[in-house]
């Protein structure tokens, strides 16, 4: 499929609009049912892909009716969006479910929903179903938009839905969202992944790579930015590929530009980019445009070309080391952050060697770090695994004390250095401290009264202590 024009299944405004009458006849039935305002509770787990879906499911629940609110236990719906990525967050989830069985026997009205990645996964379904006979409603990925539908026939007939399609995807344009921010915001530019690496659920779990039209992708920032947005993030699985399937031609250092030129003051975000597709003009466009971060968060997985292959990356070591080079030479300023699997199948100790210093040389600003972990109808779950989790659990300190020491040198040379932030909210425990971001992606604390959240403030850096960078609010504004 990689490589072929198709153009992506949109979900038909008839649909949509029967979808909204199945909203109207929700709200009524709420409204008999409750003398109150409903309430819903939404937990997501995982990407920041997952996130923006549940602000979109968020949306349709408001227009049902619903409001929210941040405890479990004072909520008519619960509602949990999974992920898959990994076997420890699918026992997160399978734990959690199993916690709501005391909340449903002392509300037996309320209706458990459970959504998402990990729930597209067929066995993983038919596991919660019969596991859990209080799940009101499942379904996965690829119907979203029908949840006014769904919901109205459990309210209303008080029966189970399992609903999992397999397929391609769909685009649902239009859905309204409840976004968690009100300064920051997620854009996704494109849905599910080609690239099928040999260890990853996500491909088979979210679909074929769908790109949202560019004029939906504008409009929606236009709006976004005229109502005051200070940060954009721009989501996908592989957002250099944006377009191929729209035109045979990737699209994304366009869609850049053009939001780049938007009137207003805001920071362009992106993620994920794949090595395979970071192409020069990509790079020449963030060092062209003045307002996309100064940061690429750009997976290399293994430093080691055997491991590479067997993970089907499609690309070297040299030619991942050829795209930082490049990339620094033209954006000196660019903060590197990146994921990395320890242990996939068959790494030998001295293939892992490969990996460190692949670290080493970029010295990047921050890792995530993952131990290798098999998911059910992947090739790389099928392959010889002979090296024992203890011993990759040896590996991984030895990768995260490396990458400890690279990020105590990267922040130790911030100090003293002023850098434009975006002041995001109050540090944990004392109200007095504001956290904020620069443009690299870097968390600032710094004493400031709470009136600067949501605005670029200019802090000079002061000190520098492992993970925590704490500075001095100029009083010179940013422009
Ligand atoms: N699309 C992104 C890319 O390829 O760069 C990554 C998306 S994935 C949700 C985030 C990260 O999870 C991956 O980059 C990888 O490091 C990690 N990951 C995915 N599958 C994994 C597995 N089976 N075991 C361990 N880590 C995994
Ligand atoms: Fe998974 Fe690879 Fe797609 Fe990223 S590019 S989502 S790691 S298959
Ligand atoms: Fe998880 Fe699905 Fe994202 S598997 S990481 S929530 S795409």
Redesign the pocket.
């Known amino acids: 499929m990689s490589g072929d024009m198709h153009f992506p299944a949109r979900v038909s405004p008839d649909e949509l609009s029967i979808q909204a009458e199945y909203s109207e006849k929700v709200r009524e039935l709420l409204s008999l049912k409750y003398s109150r305002r409903p309430m819903a509770f939404v937990h997501t787990y995982g990407?920041q892909g997952n996130v923006s879906d549940s602000e979109h499911l968020k949306g349709l629940l408001a227009a049902m009716g619903y409001g929210f609110c941040a405890q479990a236990e004072e909520a008519d719906l619960i509602l949990l969006n999974t992920c898959a990525?990994?076997e420890h967050a699918e026992d997160r989830v399978i734990g959690n479910i199993g916690a709501l069985k005391q909340y449903k026997a002392r509300r037996p009205d309320a209706v458990v929903a459970v959504c998402g990645c990990m729930m597209q996964q067929e066995h993983m379904a038919l596991r919660v179903k019969n596991t859990f006979p209080f799940v009101n409603l499942i379904f996965g990925t690829h119907v979203l938009h029908q949840l006014p539908e769904m919901l109205y026939t459990v309210l209303s007939q008080g029966r189970r839905i399992l609903r999992v399609p397999d397929g391609a995807g769909v685009i649902a344009e239009g859905i309204p969202a409840v976004r968690d921010n009100t300064f920051k915001a997620f854009i996704p530019i494109m849905y599910g992944?080609n690239?099928f690496?040999s260890?990853?659920?996500?491909p088979h779990v979210r679909g074929r790579e769908r790109s949202r039209r560019m004029e939906d992708i504008l409009a929606e920032a236009r709006d976004l930015i005229g109502r005051g947005y200070r940060e954009i993030t721009l989501l996908g699985?592989?957002v250099n590929s944006y377009g191929k399937d729209l035109n045979g031609k990737p699209m994304f250092a366009e869609l850049l530009r053009r939001i780049n030129a938007m009137e207003g003051d805001f920071i362009i975000r992106f993620m994920?980019s794949?090595p395979r597709d970071c192409s020069r003009e990509l790079i020449d466009t963030i060092a062209a445009c003045d307002k996309v971060s100064r940061h690429l968060h750009l997976?290399f997985?293994s430093g080691n070309d055997r491991v590479l292959k067997a993970m089907n990356r499609h690309y070297t070591r040299e030619k991942y080391l050829d795209i930082v080079r490049y990339a620094r030479e033209k954006i000196p300023d660019l903060s590197l952050t990146s994921?990395?699997?320890v242990g996939f199948p068959g790494e030998t100790y001295e293939e892992f060697q490969d990996t460190l210093s692949l670290v080493e040389t970029v010295a990047y600003t921050s890792l995530?770090t993952?131990?290798?972990?098999?998911?059910v109808g992947t090739p790389a779950a099928a392959m010889e695994d002979p090296v024992s989790h203890k011993e990759k659990t040896v590996w991984f300190k030895e990768l995260t004390d490396l990458q400890e020491r690279i990020a105590a040198r990267r922040t130790a040379e911030m100090v003293g250095k002023t850098y434009r932030v975006l002041a995001e909210n109050t540090s944990r425990g004392d109200n007095s401290v504001i956290c904020g971001r620069t443009s690299g992606n870097i968390i600032i604390e710094f004493p400031a009264p709470q009136s600067v959240i949501g605005t670029f403030v200019p802090v000079t850096v002061t000190q520098a202590r492992s993970w925590i960078v704490t500075g001095a609010l100029e009083d010179h504004q940013c422009n």
């Open positions: 990407c990525v990994r992944c690239n690496c260890y990853c659920i996500v699985q592989n994920t794949h997976p997985q994921d990395v699997i995530f993952f131990i290798f972990s098999p998911r």
